[in-house]
């Protein structure tokens, strides 16, 4: 098998003219044929070096280390494809384009510019023509065979609107000479202009518009300014302008700004004049009436309705005519196709592609750090993309949204600042992207001018809620944007209507799911631009007090429900909003009298941060919040914000500031007479009097909320004491007591639907079964913990079930099932850095007592294999019972 070139390479793309039409009248024949051709050219390109690195259906990528072994590659099977029998089929046609240039090799693939031009030339070419592009021609011409010649075709444009390209025609005494001219833009009468800069990515979309092209006659490409609609539509146009014999024609409204002059506009570019005595509507439409042209109309945004009317009226007359248009909104008449063109992509996973060695070719791949690279590379030569800094780059590229126009104004900085100085002037972007092309249009050299273009287009009523969206932290709910949003100028009935006004024009857009319905989201660069319009306004201050007040009010309402047999679902809600939460909580210390609102907030959201594992944030906030000198008053909002913020310290081992916590929000409780709020703090403060040993205050305060807790009959009271006494008998050494106290905390949980207890109280009976040799019992109890906590989307935790269960297979005396269990627990504890010490219980300590055996080399590597677990496949372990 032939090595893979690298370096400087000279590519070989083949593919047969006309092949669906023959699969489609002889599908078994073609099977034959197809066979055959596949087995001549490969032995033609093997026989010389050629490495065959793709093969899409017919269709042949080849790579070779010089030019003059890709020529005789091609020349070999084009002379093997006309010697042989085709039977039923006839001859088949293959067509052939070389090109010499560099690529990035990856995954056994090739990918860069030199491939996108090699395709170009092929597809310019005839079934039996073999072309060379003229970096190729430069390296063999005086090296040809003997009888083999180059015939200079002249200039041509291909479809990728860049430079003319010099074109050569293999010739040779076997091969056919005379083909019709060449399928490149100068076929088909067209006004496409240059471009100075390849067209990156947008493979996917391409497709698409192709397709969606070939079924409407008026298709809308829309999205935010910047996104690249018109460089994909001249992209498409010059893909298909073979499909369109009379013509491939740009209008460009981008220059006018009095709609009156639309239809001027459309005729300038045809070349169509006025005629005496007859309307230029009527002209062009006769014009265009039996022609089949594809008009492209750009930029239509701010002529919208005269736009939509002309179309309308010559689609109406002009039977073969399609009109592809790009606008920030739909033209909105009978017939159309709205095709919404997203930024370019980057997945919001993007940090998790940014570790390890091969960082670069995993982001690499995707279009808008491929954008950032080819244009950075143009403006600063010596730049280069490492695994180094290609987070960096991802991070510039993800921060402004996937825009092109954004990210390439960004590149174009790579001249005067780092990489890390581009990041960090971003929250400044409006002023560091102003660098755009001189020759554009004002509105695309900057950022702002860019924004400015789409708000200045807007209606007072659209503009107010633009600016006030921006209140919020990433997503919104129609909910909340008419409770946070409306007001005597914008009554909440209408938002609805500028909403969707707003998503048309392609400043808001929306995501929908069958779960949580749609939500409504700004990219950053727009949502930056309306917060800088809201605090002109005046309105900032107002609107985010709406938002506190409508977060705290959501907050509150949705924590009963954190706790019952619907929480899993409501978890998954709260998600959704907690960025807003945090940006409530950040409101309510920076606006004056805020902060009770902050600290019920925070309260109500306890639960949710539990879970989540948000708990460093959350601790950070409340320790603020309460440090606050509007928080000193000793009421009930104080008292809860103090118990909660002494469980999310519990939860993170930090003891002294649970006992602290803990014991201000007792004193208070008894101060306001709250029973409840006093027997869970006694019952929390017991906890932590067991941990320290002291026995006596242990069963002191546990006594004193037992008794409240039965005088109150509240279950969940009920079921934490009985917990808490569990593991009292536990640290006693009596287990079956332990045992039995845990279970009916369990039932307990399991009748208030409360699954996060369920599975902490699972883990508790589970460890008790353990010791007492009730295995099955045991692995039963612990896989239902960590099962059931995973999917409440509790990650950070998994390490405590994963740990149980290798003290079970301990008490099994399953050391090697043990040993790599207790090391993928602890590496998942490393990964996480929430959980810093290992499952603590007497009953697991009394199993690791009982096995003074469990050490050694052995141990030692068995422990080793599961550090290198990733989670999926520690819980597949741990899950599994032992043989």
């Not at 978890?571 to 004056?592: I, Q, W, Y």
């Not at 103090?642 to 649970?658: E, K, V």
Request: hydrophobic content about 45%.
């Amino acid at each position: 098998m032939n090595v893979q070139p690298t370096g400087t390479i000279t590519f070989l793309f083949s593919d047969i003219e006309g092949s669906t039409k023959k699969w489609e009248q002889q599908p078994d024949a073609m099977r034959v044929a197809l066979a055959q051709h596949d087995r001549l050219l490969r032995q033609a390109f093997a026989a010389v070096g050629g490495y065959v690195f793709k093969t899409i259906g017919d269709a042949f990528c080849v790579a070779f280390d010089t030019p003059v072994s890709a020529l005789l590659g091609g020349l070999e099977a084009q002379r093997a494809l006309a010697a042989a029998e085709w039977g039923e089929t006839g001859a088949l046609k293959v067509r052939m384009a070389l090109h010499t240039g560099t690529a990035e090799h990856r995954d056994g693939d090739y990918f860069g510019q030199a491939l996108n031009r090699v395709a170009r030339i092929l597809a310019a070419a005839h079934g039996g023509q073999v072309l060379l592009s003229l970096p190729t021609q430069e390296l063999v011409r005086d090296v040809l065979p003997t009888g083999v010649g180059l015939r200079h075709l002249g200039e041509h444009r291909l479809r990728d609107l860049a430079r003319p390209e010099q074109l050569f025609q293999l010739t040779a005494p076997e091969l056919p000479a005379q083909f019709p001219a060449l399928r490149s833009l100068e076929s088909v009468p067209n006004n496409l202009p240059e471009q100075l800069s390849s067209f990156v990515g947008r493979e996917r979309e391409m497709t698409e518009v192709k397709r969606l092209l070939a079924s409407t006659r008026l298709l809308t490409l829309t999205g935010p300014g910047g996104t690249g609609k018109t460089r994909l539509s001249l992209q498409v146009a010059a893909d298909l302008f073979d499909q369109f014999r009379d013509g491939v024609w740009l209008v460009e409204f981008a220059t006018i700004s009095d709609a009156a002059l639309v239809l001027e506009t459309v005729a300038a570019a045809l070349d169509v004049r006025q005629e005496a005595g007859r309307p230029l509507a009527a002209t062009l439409a006769a014009f265009l009436r039996n022609r089949q042209c594809l008009l492209i109309f750009d930029n239509c945004e701010h002529v919208v309705a005269a736009c939509a009317s002309l179309a309308e009226t010559l689609l109406r007359s002009c039977p073969q005519l399609r009109i592809l248009a790009s606008s920030r909104e739909p033209l909105g008449i009978v017939g159309e196709t709205a095709w919404p063109l997203a930024p370019l992509s980057l997945p919001e996973h993007w940090r998790d592609l940014a570790a390890g060695p091969d960082a670069l070719a995993r982001l690499g791949q995707f279009e808008a750090v491929r954008l950032f690279i080819e244009r950075a590379t143009i403006a600063r030569p010596v730049f280069q993309a490492t695994n180094e800094n290609i987070p960096v780059i991802a991070q510039i590229c993800w921060r402004l949204d996937g825009i092109a126009l954004a990210i390439e104004l960004a590149a174009a900085r790579i001249r005067v600042l780092t990489l890390q100085q581009i990041v960090e002037r971003l929250d400044d972007r409006f002023h560091l992207l102003t660098t755009g092309s001189r020759t554009a249009v004002p509105r695309q050299q900057t950022l702002r001018s860019l924004i400015d273009w789409s708000h200045d287009l807007l209606a007072e009523p659209e503009r107010m809620l633009l600016r006030r969206l921006a209140v919020f932290a990433r997503g919104r709910t129609l909910e909340s944007i008419e409770a946070v949003c409306a007001c005597d100028r914008v009554p909440a009935w209408q938002i609805v209507d500028l909403l969707t006004q707003l998503v048309d024009k392609s400043l808001v857009y929306v995501e929908k799911s069958v779960q949580h319905g749609a939500r409504y989201f700004l990219l950053e660069s727009i949502w930056d631009y309306a917060e800088e319009k809201l605090r002109a306004a005046g309105e900032e201050d107002t609107f985010r007090e709406r938002h506190l007040d409508y977060f705290t009010e959501y907050a509150e309402k949705a924590a009963p429900h954190l706790r019952g047999p619907q929480q899993k679902g409501w978890l998954e809600t709260v998600e959704l909003e907690d960025l807003n939460l945090r940006l409530a909580v950040k409101t309510s210390l920076e606006l004056p009298g805020q902060v009770a609102k902050g600290l019920r907030l925070a309260t109500a959201a306890q639960r949710f941060v539990e879970v989540r594992g948000l708990f460093k944030k959350a601790r950070e906030h409340l320790a603020k919040l309460l440090a606050h000198p509007d928080a000193a008053p000793r009421d009930a909002i104080r008292a809860q914000a103090l118990a909660a913020a002494g469980r999310l310290a519990w939860i993170a081992d930090d003891m002294p500031a649970t006992v602290a916590l803990h014991t201000e929000a007792l004193e208070i409780f008894r101060e306001l007479g709250d029973a409840r709020g006093t027997a869970q703090a006694l019952a929390d403060l017991s906890f932590h009097a067991f941990y320290d040993e002291n026995l006596p205050e242990t069963n002191s305060l546990l006594d004193e909320a037992s008794a409240l807790a039965a005088q109150l009959n509240e279950p969940r009271l009920n079921a934490h004491v009985r917990h808490i006494r569990g593991v009292l008998a536990a640290a006693a050494g009596d287990f079956p007591a332990a045992l039995t106290l845990e279970e009916e905390g369990l039932a307990l949980y399991r009748q208030l639907g409360d699954a996060w207890f369920v599975a902490i109280l699972a883990w508790a009976t589970g460890v008790n079964l353990a010791v007492l040799g009730q295995f099955s019992a045991a692995h039963t109890r612990l896989t239902e913990s960590l099962r059931v906590s995973l999917d409440l989307g509790n990650v950070w935790g998994a390490s405590y079930p994963i740990d149980s269960l290798a003290f079970l297979a301990v008490a099994e005396r399953n050391y090697d099932r043990a040993a790599r269990l207790f090391g993928a627990a602890e590496a998942h504890r490393a990964r996480s850095g929430l959980v810093p010490n290992v499952a603590e219980h007497p009953a697991l300590r009394a199993i690791l007592a009982a096995a003074p055996d469990f050490t050694g080399p052995a141990i030692d590597a068995a422990r080793e294999e599961g550090r290198a677990l990733d989670l999926e496949a520690a819980i597949a372990l741990a899950t599994t019972p032992a043989p």
